[in-house]
Structures are given as structure tokens and as C-alpha cells.
């Protein structure tokens, strides 16, 4: 049986592993990296996607389906508007990461990398809200 103490002590977990990755995600837009995943590409000539675009999709895409499994749980993050808060941050991450690296040596702002992060925030927000109504 669970009892309130060890949901108090779950919440505070699932609330401090979100902060954690969150700011993980902040950090590193601000480290230089050396090297160019822009150059490998996935799929046949005709449709080439590059695979920073997959991670930038897969990343936001996962953060969402985080919040999805804490909400199964009956976690949340805000007590308040949690769902409207939950993406107007992750839009915020999503955005400032990719403009951050206006400013950072070996780092480029990239529109694509910056569609591909919103993208994964709406693919994710999709499984969220549809998994709600069922």
C-alpha cells in the first residue's frame, strides 16, 4: 500500500528529475562541441534526413512523454495549469537552447535544429492530450 508520505516523496523525485534533465538540456547548448553530426544523413538520397534532427525530435518528444508518465502516476510538476505551464516552458527550452548558440564558439543556430525541437513538443503534446480523452 502507498501511503501519502511516499507520494510526497515520489512527487519530490519525479519533480526533481525533470529540474535536473531540464537544466542538463539548458547547460548544454552552452558547451562547444567539436565535431559535425549535421554531415550524417539518414534514408535514400530522395529523402535525406540529418540525424541531429532526429535527436532534437527525440528529445522534446521524450521529455513530453516524462510528463505523461508522472501524469499516469498522478505526479505533477505544477499544482496549478500544469499542463499549460509544462509547455510553455518546454517551448521556452526548445527555443532558447537554439539561440543560445548564436552566441557560442563552435556552436550554430540552426532554424531546422530549432523546427525539429517544436516539433518533438507538439508530436509529444499530441500522445499527451490524446492519451487524456481516451
Known amino acids: 500500500m502507498v501511503t501519502g508520505y511516499k507520494i510526497l516523496l515520489l512527487q519530490k523525485l519525479y519533480r526533481y528529475i525533470f529540474w535536473i534533465g531540464y537544466l542538463a538540456v539548458l547547460i548544454t547548448a552552452f558547451i562547444p562541441v ?13 529523402f535525406k534526413i540529418r540525424l541531429d534532427f532526429l535527436l532534437h525530435f527525440a528529445a522534446y518528444f521524450l521529455i513530453c512523454m516524462y510528463y505523461l508518465a508522472g501524469q ?6 505544477f499544482t496549478a495549469n500544469p499542463l499549460t505551464k509544462f509547455v510553455l516552458l518546454v517551448l521556452f527550452l526548445a527555443i532558447v537552447t537554439e539561440l543560445v548558440q548564436l552566441w557560442v564558439p563552435e556552436r550554430a543556430f540552426n532554424v531546422f535544429d530549432l523546427v525539429s525541437n517544436v516539433v518533438g513538443v507538439i508530436a509529444g503534446m499530441g500522445v499527451v492530450v490524446g492519451t487524456k480523452s481516451t
Do not use: H, Q, T
Not at 499516469?72 to 510538476?77: A, E, I, S
Open 34 to 46: 567539436a565535431g559535425d553530426f549535421s554531415r550524417i544523413e539518414i534514408g535514400p538520397e530522395v
Open 72 to 77: 499516469k502516476k498522478g505526479l505533477f510538476l
